[in-house]
């Protein structure tokens, strides 16, 4: 059976310990290539959301109700192994310094390649050539520069633009972003935004997105959640949410935002200018 929904939220409540939950009854559904934005405030548990869904909560954390459905089996039934093997293959991950997390001591196009032989079992010739095409795709013209080079040599935001195309070179039918451009500054947070969204459109990757960005959100994503200590408080398409919010602290969100048309992101239907 084909599933619809590739990643089906459902109730969801998870918990630090003896703490009161981090995330309470959280439901959201993510339909193939559809791209879903997270925002709210600090701490009102988007992350938590995000490790929840990798399998990735920390010791002593956990899902207390709820199920989280990925394309048609319940994933918190899933054994260590099962989490590791859909991890990095069906699912990938980019968090706010995955650039950071390439060693220092290799060259990019290594460590490229070896994270795709981990995967493939191809020659180094057609690993080199995948990374090379993934490069181009996250717009960096010269690739085999980028390949050629220690990570230091690059800026903040080229490494960020390498791990996502570490990320999308498994073609994941599930890509999670966490603040994936909140440490870069706001024009190459619009390059690797823009790239991103192109990604969904070569690659059919559906996106969740976590941002406390509601211009960013609304440039990429079809639909947005707001979270407010740990309840999902709006939930609707993007236009929904940004021209007719339900809620107080969305329409508080929207009004800390100065420009949403005009912003960086540009409108809905910003044309990719490749700069
Ligand atoms: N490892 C942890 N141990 C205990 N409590 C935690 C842990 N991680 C997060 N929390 C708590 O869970 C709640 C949600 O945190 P979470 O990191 O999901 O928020 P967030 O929305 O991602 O915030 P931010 O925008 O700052 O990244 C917070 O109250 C936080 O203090
Ligand atoms: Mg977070």
């Not at 180094?124 to 795709?137: G, H, Q, R, W």
């Not at 021209?243 to 540009?266: H, I, Q, W």
């Amino acid at each position: 059976m084909i599933a619809k929904n590739i990643l089906d939220i459902k109730n969801i409540s998870i918990k630090y310990g003896e703490q009161a939950p981090a995330v309470e009854n959280v439901s959201m559904t993510v339909k193939n290539k559809e791209i879903v934005g997270i925002v709210g405030e600090s701490g009102s548990g988007k992350s938590t959301i995000i490790r929840a869904v990798l399998g990735l909560l920390p010791a002593g954390a956990a899902v207390s109700s709820g199920n989280i459905i990925f394309k048609n089996e319940d994933i918190l039934n899933y054994s260590e192994r099962k989490w590791r093997e859909i991890r990095g293959n069906r699912m990938a991950v980019i968090f706010q310094d995955s650039g950071g997390f390439l060693t220092p001591v290799k060259k990019v196009g290594n460590q490229f390649v070896e994270t795709i032989r981990s995967h493939f079992h191809i020659s180094k010739k057609e690993a080199f050539d995948k990374a090379v095409f993934m490069i181009k795709k996250m717009d960096m013209a010269d690739a085999a520069a980028v390949m050629n080079s220690y990570p230091f040599q690059l800026s903040g935001g080229m490494k960020q633009r390498v791990a996502i195309a570490m990320a999308m070179v498994m073609k994941p039918e599930l890509l999670l972003a966490d603040e994936p451009t909140s440490a870069l500054d706001v024009t190459v947070q619009a390059q690797v935004v823009r790239q991103m969204a192109e990604l969904r459109k070569n690659f059919n990757t559906s996106i969740v997105l976590v941002t406390h960005n509601l211009g960013v959100a609304a440039y990429m994503c079809d639909k947005i959640g707001v979270m407010q200590e740990g309840r999902l408080v709006e939930w609707g398409t993007k236009d929904q949410v940004i021209n007719n919010p339900r809620n107080k602290y969305t329409m508080e969100l929207l009004s800390a935002v100065p420009e949403l048309e005009g912003c960086d992101f540009g409108g809905k239907e910003a044309a990719y200018t490749g700069d």
